[in-house]
């Protein structure tokens, strides 16, 4: 497992393993603590827009990260109390601007 740098933020991609063993890639674009607890923020590169040549509208995904000795895990926020806390943190912040309608889903 590769080493995290969290105080470097160049461009760096990560690469995920879902449920059904498919890779997937991300960049991390920012790393935040909330109550003791590190997130990333990150963008999806595998998009099937991309792949055809048209524009993708970037989305960005939150996930826990995990420290492991001295890497980290990504995990998929399942707690939808929690994962609300972090989107209400970051909208606070500036960092996200939702649309109402993605907003109200």
């Known amino acids: 497992m590769e080493e995290l740098n969290l105080e470097s933020m160049e461009p760096r991609i990560i690469k995920t393993q879902d ?22 923020l990150l963008i999806y590169l595998d998009s099937k827009e991309e792949e055809a040549g048209e524009e993708a ?16 895990t990504f995990e998929t926020i399942e707690d939808d109390e929690e994962f609300n806390k972090v ?6 912040e500036g960092e996200l601007e939702f649309e109402e309608e993605e907003a109200a889903e």
């Open 19 to 40: 449920e059904n063993g498919e890779i997937h890639n991300f960049e991390l674009i920012d790393v935040l603590s909330l109550d003791g607890q590190d997130y990333g």
């Open 57 to 72: 509208e970037e989305e960005v995904i939150i996930m826990k990260l995990h420290k492991q000795d001295d890497a980290y």
């Open 87 to 92: 989107v209400s943190y970051l909208e606070s």
